[in-house]
């Protein structure tokens, strides 16, 4: 279940199923927060490369755009190899708002 905390929108079936595995309900919220955080960057920058785009900008926001969903993949790999071995990965800026539901 761990696992499936941390694929984007599958981390909603570990946070309603494991209702009494603290463990899981700490890895589903936080792979929830993490989902909404990149939708949220997800949207700004492509408003921002839309409008940057006829300066001729946008391009670069674009290629910001496809590293950073690489730098996402990771986070998401790492977080699932940490969750998997029984470890935390404590995320700056997105663990705090995981742990205030």
Known sequence: MIVLSYLWLLALIPLLVEKDDAEVQ????H?????VAEFALWIV???IS????PVGIGCA???LQMVLSLVII???IICII???GGERFLIPGVSQYADRF
């Open 26 to 29: 700490w890895h589903a919220k």
């Open 31 to 35: 792979g929830i927060v993490l989902m």
């Open 45 to 47: 920058l492509t408003v």
């Open 50 to 53: 839309f409008a940057l785009a």
């Open 61 to 63: 926001i674009a290629l």
């Open 74 to 76: 990771v986070v998401h």
């Open 82 to 84: 940490k969750g998997v």
